[in-house]
């Protein structure tokens, strides 16, 4: 929905805090100078292991197969299905992408320390296996106490719940084992598949760390 600029001031400005979720952005370079010129911005740069991010996008291929003819490949045959050459174009953009990001920080970081304290790097799977922890850590950086409703919801959204009927729309719902899912890919990825990842990925895997 398109709504004019000053409705979205209207809003935001009756908040003390205003939070903005971005997917995949282009540039980060684009995000530098908000945080050089105004420092209440802050910037928390969520980053997933490669490998994790394309097994999630071949079960995303996997829903539409589905959709589209009622046919559910599993395991290695999806993989073929989705092709093992989109399978390393995937992971040749994704982590080229990491790699300029870390380029463009560090030298970002050289020319303008003053915003090293308002960036927060932070790795999916750090978040996903100790998600409590994460929260408070990131309410600190960014100023903000936590209420106790965050943490149950927390509670609430990464636990398994076994009344939860599953489906093959369930991994797409906001309710899932945040320590499952995010090493997923280690059951469900071919060997051939993570080889091609790791190949293509072993630089930006060495800068994760």
Request: glycine share 4%; proline share 4%.
């Amino acid at each position: 929905m398109n709504l004019p600029d000053n409705v979205y001031g209207y809003f935001c400005d009756g908040y003390p805090h205003i939070v903005i979720k971005e997917i995949h952005i282009s540039k980060i370079s684009n995000l530098i100078p908000l945080m050089h010129n105004n420092q209440s911005v802050k910037m928390i740069h969520l980053v997933r292991d490669p490998r994790g991010v394309i097994h999630s996008r071949i079960k995303i291929q996997q829903m539409k197969q589905w959709e589209e003819n009622q046919t559910l490949y599993e395991g290695e045959k999806l993989e073929i299905e989705f092709g093992y050459e989109s399978i390393r174009n995937e992971a040749k953009e994704y982590c080229s992408q990491i790699e300029q990001d870390y380029l463009v920080l560090k030298h970002s970081f050289h020319k303008h320390p003053d915003i090293r304290r308002n960036y927060l790097f932070l790795r999916y799977e750090h978040l996903a296996m100790q998600p409590h922890f994460t929260a408070e850590y990131l309410y600190r950086f960014a100023g903000i106490k936590i209420h106790r409703n965050v943490h149950k919801w927390i509670t609430m959204a990464t636990l398994p719940n076994n009344s939860y009927p599953y489906n093959l729309y369930y991994q797409f719902t906001t309710r899932r084992n945040s320590k499952l899912v995010s090493f997923d890919w280690i059951y469900n990825l071919s060997m051939k598949s993570i080889g091609i990842i790791q190949q293509e990925c072993s630089r930006a895997m060495e800068l994760l760390g």
